[in-house]
């Protein structure tokens, strides 16, 4: 069975500061991996995905994560936080295939808060 | 934005009440998903569809039942309410590409109170 640990539940970092959540992930073949962005009170946003190919990938607002098979990883970098990124973020992990649906298994999330 | 709309956006209902809540999407995607989210827990699958009338159950589908009798609705069943059943549900929709893979939308969330 698949599974997604994010080992920081909290972090904190100050504005223009560089960012980086980390995710592990345990699946038998190759993974499908995203990251979701959430504000309070709102839904999940999808901030970028790897399927396949270049092991890094860049994403929305200014997000990349680098897809790392040797330490199944899949960690989340910002070069500058700035302070609307301040919200929750899940890694997940999905099983593809065609003609089944693509099941994703979430991380318990980080909380990142920033300070000014 | 993926258009997704849940309803109702917030409900508090008594334990043993059935209650049913609804996702509605535009974008004629063949797959839609309910999760519940809790803290320290993440999301976690509830129920899927991968097709009109086709479910199958997630991990954690215990008093919990679904329809989709259109391809743009998708609806939980909580049987009979339990207040371990408070938490917020989102539902997501996915369309799988010719790689086997597809990304999830979200809708915006429904806020279920069991008193």
């Known amino acids: 069975a698949q599974s997604v640990t994010q080992p920081d539940i909290h972090i904190t970092v100050s504005e223009g500061a560089s960012l980086e959540l980390r995710c592990n992930y345990s699946?038998?073949?190759?993974?499908?991996l995203f990251w979701y962005v959430q504000s309070p009170g709102q839904g999940l946003q999808l901030l970028l995905k790897?399927?396949?190919?270049?092991?890094l990938v860049q994403g929305i607002k200014g997000f990349e994560a680098e897809f790392k098979r040797s330490q199944s990883s899949f960690n989340l970098r910002k070069p500058s936080v700035h302070w609307s990124d301040a919200a929750e973020y899940f890694c997940?992990?999905?099983?593809?295939?065609?003609?089944?649906?693509?099941?994703?298994?979430f991380g318990t999330g980080t909380r990142l808060q920033v300070t000014l | 934005d993926a258009g997704i709309t849940q309803s109702p956006r917030h409900k508090v209902t008594e334990t043993g009440t059935p209650v049913t809540l609804r996702c509605h999407q535009t974008?004629?995607?063949?797959?839609m998903y309910w999760y519940r989210q809790d803290p320290g827990h993440g999301l976690r699958l509830i129920h899927y569809?991968?097709?009109?009338?086709?479910?199958d159950k997630g991990e954690v589908s215990d008093g919990y039942s679904v329809s989709r009798s259109k391809t743009e609705d998708f609806l939980l069943t909580l049987e009979s309410a339990t207040s371990s059943q408070t938490s917020v549900y989102f539902c997501?929709?996915?369309?799988?590409?010719?790689?086997?893979?597809?990304?999830?939308?979200f809708g915006p969330g429904t806020r279920l109170t069991v008193t």
């Open positions: 569809s991968y097709g009109v009338k086709d479910t």
């Open positions: 790897y399927f396949s190919g270049d092991t």
């Open positions: 974008e004629n995607h063949r797959y």
């Open positions: 699946y038998g073949a190759t993974p499908y």
């Open positions: 997940a992990v999905g099983a593809g295939g065609t003609g089944t649906a693509s099941k994703l298994t």
């Open positions: 997501a929709i996915s369309e799988i590409t010719g790689t086997g893979a597809g990304e999830q939308y």
